[in-house]
T-cell receptor
Framework: NAGVMQNPRHLVRRRGQEARLRCSPM?????VYWYRQLPEEGLKFMVY????????ESGMPKERFSAEFPKEGPSILRIQQVVRGDSAAYFC????????????FGPGTRLTVT | EDQVTQSPEALRLQEGESSSLNCSYT??????LFWYRQDPGKGPEFLFT???AGEEKEKERLKATLTKKESFLHITAPKPEDSATYLC???????????FGTGTLLAVQP
C-alpha cells in the first residue's frame, strides 16, 4: 500500500513566480491536511480538505495561498507571487476518517525562493 | 490558546542509556495526543496515538504514556538508529488540526 506521495520533492522558484505542490493521499484516505515547517520551527497547520471541500483553512495566509482537493486527482497547494519568506518544507498528510484519526505524512516538498 | 511544549530541546544519550522525553499540553477537551518520529529531510513517521489519561502504548524500545497535563515518551536501551527528532502533537477542542510542539532532537551515540 503506497504511502502519501508528494511532488515535486524540491522546487526552486524566483520571487514573483507561482509554486504548485501536489499531494496524493494514501489509498482509501479522503481527508488531506497541509502543513508548513520553517527552519527551527515546528510544523504549522495550514488547511484541511476533503474531496471537493475546504473544511478548515484557518492556518493559511489569506493572500497568495490557495488549496484544492478535486474529485479526481491530487490535492494542490498553490502559492502565487512567491516571496523569500515562503521558503520552507511543505508537508501533506492524509487520514481515512478525519477527526482524531492518525494522520500519515508524505515526504514533503522543499520550496526555495531565490 | 492551545499549546504544546516539548522538553528537552535536545538530548544526547549513550547507547543503552534509557531516558524520557516530555510533552506538556494545554488543550481544552483533548481528543488525541500523537507522537511522531522525523528523520532529517523526511516527513514525520507516525508512532502512537493516546486518547485518555492513563493510557500507555509500546512499540519496540518506545513506550508512550499520557496524563491529564502531559505525555512522556520513554526510550529503553536506545540504539543509534533511534536518533531522530521526536514530535508530539495534540488534537482537541473545536479545531480540526494537529498542534505540534517543536520537537526533541535525540542523538544516541554508540
Amino acid at each position: 500500500n503506497a504511502g502519501v506521495m508528494q511532488n515535486p520533492r524540491h522546487l526552486v522558484r524566483r520571487r514573483g513566480q507561482e509554486a504548485r505542490l501536489r499531494c496524493s493521499p494514501m489509498k482509501g484516505h479522503s481527508h488531506v491536511y497541509w502543513y508548513r515547517q520553517l527552519p527551527e520551527e515546528g510544523l504549522k497547520f495550514m488547511v484541511y480538505l476533503q474531496k471537493e471541500n475546504i473544511i478548515d483553512e484557518s492556518g493559511m495566509p489569506k493572500e497568495r495561498f490557495s488549496a484544492e482537493f478535486p474529485k479526481e486527482g491530487p490535492s494542490i497547494l498553490r502559492i502565487q507571487q512567491v516571496v523569500r519568506g515562503d521558503s520552507a518544507a511543505y508537508f501533506c498528510a492524509s487520514s481515512p476518517q478525519g477527526g482524531a484519526d492518525e494522520q500519515y505524512f508524505g515526504p514533503g516538498t522543499r520550496l526555495t525562493v531565490t | 490558546e492551545d499549546q504544546v511544549t516539548q522538553s528537552p530541546e535536545a538530548l544526547r544519550l549513550q547507547e543503552g542509556e534509557s531516558s524520557s522525553l516530555n510533552c506538556s499540553y494545554t488543550v481544552s477537551g483533548l481528543r488525541g495526543l500523537f507522537w511522531y518520529r522525523q528523520d532529517p529531510g523526511k516527513g514525520p513517521e507516525f508512532l502512537f496515538t493516546l486518547y485518555s489519561a492513563g493510557e500507555e502504548k509500546e512499540k519496540e524500545r518506545l513506550k508512550a504514556t499520557l496524563t491529564k497535563k502531559e505525555s512522556f515518551l520513554h526510550i529503553t536501551a536506545p540504539k543509534p538508529e533511534d536518533s531522530a527528532t521526536y514530535l508530539c502533537a495534540s488534537y482537541g477542542g473545536a479545531t480540526n488540526k494537529l498542534i505540534f510542539g517543536t520537537g526533541t532532537l535525540l542523538a544516541v551515540q554508540p
